[in-house]
DNA sequence: TTAAATGTATTACAGATGTAATCTATAGGT
DNA sequence: ACCTATAGATTACATCTGTAATACATTTAA
């Protein structure tokens, strides 16, 4: 499994929003939201080609990248994990505590409800 | 915010569950899933303690240790962080991702309606 | 054609973390 | 009253991470 820090998912998610990219564009997108040194991305980027989680094209003497993971699929392994690690495997527990906080919104809770009737649909079949 | 590591973390988890317990008393606690040396829970119990995220008593030389965090103030603090981070604040996605993997079980949903149906109860008194 | 600019690669360095070993003080046995 | 076993405190050390600076290569402007 592909470990990815802090730091180096922010520079994922860039990419997994647009792609390809290239360093300056990965610099850009990232100049809104965090305060970090050209050189520090270019670390970011080059240390996520290492691991694995990025490949690249080169375009002239600079590289476009893009990802070699897909969002989704990280996103539910760290569900996993995190749910594994923190909730003994129950997402439930997880919900209550976003709802007992007021953080769930009416968007969320038609959401979950869709995914109830989905599963409860999903029960029947045969 | 009191930063836990994950091995960390297995040590509060056992004084969660139990408290207070003496330093061997954690080793052997943790015994049965880690396979750790008595130093190493050791300065895990230490850096919790530096952390402020453990206190003691002292019991003839040895310590008796507590958690000063609740566990559900600390799941509470990591399931928003986690959610901000991989699915933009938003918890749905999330719950999504385990139904997608089918690790729903009924008891989940049945607890899931729940937390709905008290949601829906509080949206209506004013 | 040569020098400057710019892109990537390499090196840096402190703090956190995993995983202990060693040091020090003292409770308890003889 | 001592010695020893043991508890906690301190030190160790490699790797990962955040955060760059410097080195190197090569495109391109003059």
Known sequence: ?????NAELSVMQVLWQRQPLSANEV??????????????????????????????DKDGRAYLYYPLIA?????????RSFVE???????????AGFAR??????????QLKQLIADWEQEQHHD
């Open 1 to 5: 499994m592909i470990e990815i820090s």
């Open 27 to 56: 610099v850009a997108a990232l100049g809104n939201d965090k305060d970090w040194h050209e050189k520090t991305v270019k670390t970011l980027l080059n240390r996520l080609v290492s691991k694995g989680a990025l490949g690249f």
């Open 71 to 79: 969002e989704q699929d990280y996103q539910l392994e760290q569900s």
């Open 85 to 95: 690690r923190i909730f003994a495997g129950r997402v439930a527990p997880l919900v």
């Open 101 to 110: 906080q007021n953080k769930l919104n009416a968007d969320d809770v038609q």
